[in-house]
């Protein structure tokens, strides 16, 4: 088993099921509700748990039920949640997500509320995790003094370290300086890129090139349709997405990251870490809710069996 540490966000997902997304200035009477565990560094640490890592979580909550419900999540499936912070001030985040009912796709809205409020400070309380880490994870949901922080630690002990650019937003240039994994996906490797679309496989290549030109050591691409894409400069490797009927993908990039990280700190080589991530992630988008909809370890390595031998 091995040891990750994610840092990010925790927030209260309310997802409504629609037959068609809204126009603009149109209503649309939607199916039903649900309330759900979200944030992309709290699905991305459970994830990580479900596939087995001895996981820590750096996050920050408000003073509401929605941290209550985090910190109960975080005790059922065994996170160390001992640095998840209490902001006083600022509620929980939350997310107004919209599901297409056929499609399984989302559009989502977040308020990320005390996510923002994660300071460096809070963030050098966990040194000695992060010390005794294998593999660092951390996204762009809460703030860039808390990502730098974060990374600067991690680069001084040496970890390798995941940087999932996601929700893309303007950061400073050196936090992808010597990232071991930089994983975009096809909209995020497009902004990176500075390019208008990556659509296929020569696109993500193209934009994989210009991602590296940034300083991170390898590029690892979500696709969607097209499952992955990974390169570091000489080698490449493509893995297409499982077969499987989505009816919520809300989270499903959350799941491929924190199944690699997982399964990198349990020592596995990139093609078998990225496979690992597509049949959790695969299996995810077959369910409803996003950290709600991780399969466990046992059912990732029956998909593996099916998918992924031969
Ligand atoms: O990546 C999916 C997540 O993004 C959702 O759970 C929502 O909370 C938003 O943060």
Redesign the pocket.
């Known amino acids: 088993m091995g040891k990750i540490v994610v840092m990010g966000?925790f927030?209260?997902?309310m997802s409504v099921y629609t037959p068609a997304f809204p126009l603009d200035g149109q209503s649309v009477i939607a199916y039903e509700l649900k309330m759900?565990?979200?944030?992309?560094g709290?699905?991305q640490a459970t994830a990580a748990r479900r596939f087995g890592a001895d996981t820590v979580f750096i996050g920050k909550v408000g003073s509401d039920v929605f941290a209550e419900n985090a910190r109960a999540h975080y005790r059922e499936i065994g996170i160390d949640s001992r640095y998840l912070f209490t902001s006083e001030d600022v509620s929980t985040?939350v997310?107004l997500?919209t599901i297409h009912k056929e499609r399984g796709e989302n559009r989502?809205v977040?308020v990320v509320g005390a996510n923002e409020t994660l300071t460096p400070e809070e963030i050098d309380q966990a040194e000695e995790e992060i010390r005794t880490a294998d593999v660092l994870l951390t996204q762009f949901?809460t703030n860039a003094p808390s990502v730098q922080e974060f990374l600067r630690l991690g680069r001084k002990y040496g970890k390798t370290i995941i940087v999932n650019p996601?929700?893309m937003q303007a950061m400073p240039e050196d936090v992808y300086q010597g990232i071991d994994y930089v994983t975009p996906n096809e909209t995020e490797a497009a902004v990176l890129a500075g390019m208008d679309e990556v659509k296929d496989l020569d696109d993500a290549r193209e934009a994989a090139r210009r991602i590296l030109a940034r300083g991170c050591k390898a590029v690892l691409m979500t696709l969607g349709y097209h499952g992955s894409f990974f390169t570091d400069g000489t080698r490449e490797i493509h893995v297409p997405p499982i077969k499987v009927k989505a009816v919520d993908t809300?989270?499903a990039?959350?799941t491929f990251n924190g199944a690699f990280a997982a399964a990198k700190a349990e020592g596995y080589d990139d093609e078998t870490a990225i496979r690992y991530a597509t049949c959790m992630a695969g299996l995810s988008v077959t369910r409803p809710g996003?950290?709600n909809s991780v399969p466990t370890r046992e059912e990732t390595e029956a998909a593996y069996r099916e998918h992924m031998n031969g």
Not at 36 to 40: H, I, P, R
């Open positions: 966000s927030i209260q997902d759900g565990l979200g944030g992309k709290s699905n985040g997310a997500i989502i977040v949901e996601a929700p809300t989270g990039g959350d996003a950290a």
